[in-house]
């Protein structure tokens, strides 16, 4: 069984930068997709960025383009999310999710799509 465990949040003040780690054990992440979501007090979950089993495919929401850089190291069993030029507006706890997507170079930023998902971490902008 796929587990997931996210770490690397904190407080940071505006402009500032943090990187996210989703960390994974009980199987290999080379044939999973894997996405961060994020959800700010009295808001919807939000997806963030995905990036496909390969690598080679990634995506991300425009409020974060050019901002945040999604990447794995699958001999480390682990994908980043690199976070700079960090808002207020980053504020919210941040989930990392995967799914094989029938082994293929799928990707999403559809929370339902994703089977697997971690416990969450804290993002705190503030000055």
């Known amino acids: 069984q796929l587990q997931l465990v996210e770490s690397g949040g904190g407080l940071v003040q505006p402009g500032g930068s943090l990187r996210l780690s989703c960390a994974a054990s009980?199987?290999?992440?080379?044939?999973?997709?894997i996405a961060w979501f994020r959800r700010a007090p009295g808001k919807e979950r939000e997806g963030v960025s995905c990036i496909s089993s390969s690598g080679g495919i990634t995506n991300y929401a425009d409020s974060v383009k050019g901002r945040f850089t999604i990447s794995r190291d699958n001999a480390k069993n682990t994908v980043y999310l690199q976070m700079n030029s960090l808002r207020p507006e980053d504020t919210a706890d941040y989930y990392c999710a995967a799914d094989a997507f029938g082994y293929s170079d799928y990707v999403s930023l559809y929370s339902y799509e994703y089977d697997y998902w971690g416990q969450g971490t804290q993002v705190t902008v503030s000055s």
């Open positions: 009980g199987s290999t992440l080379d044939y999973y997709a």
